[in-house]
């Protein structure tokens, strides 16, 4: 997939607790999972780039979305620095998707260009009800947190740059991107919240991979789904602790 390698380093901006069911389908009513929230930082052939940008601070998350708790290592700025990134230095910052927990601290990329899909921008600001709060869209009376970024607007499958590839993968929000990236060790699909947990990707009875239970269209989820099996040889979920186990993919 390109001459090109690059490297994938995950970082935690912190962790909520999510009821396991929601996050895989189904399984393990009555328990929680504790869950980071990852940000993505990819370099390779001169290309800095950041996927996902994080969640609020504790109070904020914890008052209008999920108990959530930050060390002070996981401050964004310092996380970021952890890791020897300077925020300034970003080429490209790709949004997944626009749920509350992946879009904040935009500002900090002062230099980057942004990538976000037209339909998850365009449902975004108008969602069904039951997932205004996610996005903290306008009818909630919330400000987005992505409200003062200057977007580039994407309308499917598009090439970043050589062996970098964004997949359009509706499923868990309907205008959801997920980065392949060509890496010395085969290519990786960096899952988002299609595949929030390693769970979703070993599937069970019913199959594999398997869905969260907060989705767009199931029917586009499973075909994102196939596609990801097509193209990826590694997978790296969105929230799952497990990523954090090793400091860089590639
Ligand atoms: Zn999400």
Not at 54 to 68: I, N
Not at 197 to 222: K, S, V, W
Request: aromatic share 12%; glycine share 10%; proline share 8%.
């Amino acid at each position: 997939m390109g001459g090109t390698h690059y490297t994938i380093t995950p970082l935690s901006v912190g962790t909520l607790t999510i009821e396991r069911p929601q996050f895989v389908w189904g399984q393990g009513w009555g328990t929680e999972v504790l869950c980071p929230v990852l940000m993505f930082y990819v370099e390779g052939g001169g290309l800095r780039v950041m996927v996902d940008t994080g969640c609020s601070d504790p109070d904020w998350a914890t008052k209008y979305h999920k108990p959530f708790v930050r060390r002070p290592d996981e401050e964004p700025a310092r996380a970021l620095a952890a890791v020897g990134v300077d925020p300034a230095e970003i080429d490209v910052v790709v949004a997944t998707h626009l749920h509350w927990d992946h879009c904040y601290n935009q500002e900090l990329f002062a230099n980057a260009r942004f990538l976000v899909q037209r339909r998850e921008l365009q449902y975004a600001a108008a969602p069904h009800p039951i997932f205004a709060n996610v996005y903290e869209a306008p009818v909630t009376g919330m400000t987005p947190p992505y409200s003062r970024t200057k977007f580039d607007v994407l309308d499917g499958d598009y090439d970043l740059a050589d062996g970098f590839k964004l997949v359009f993968a509706p499923g868990h929000a309907p205008g959801m991107q997920c980065p392949l990236v060509s890496t010395a060790r085969g290519t990786y699909y960096i899952a988002g919240d299609n595949a929030p947990l390693y769970e979703n990707l070993e599937g069970n009875r019913f199959g594999r991979p398997i869905p969260g239970m907060i989705y767009a269209d199931l029917e586009a989820y499973y075909e994102s789904f196939r596609r990801m099996d097509r193209l990826a040889d590694h997978v790296l979920p969105g929230h799952d602790m497990k990523v954090l186990d090793q400091a860089r993919y590639g």
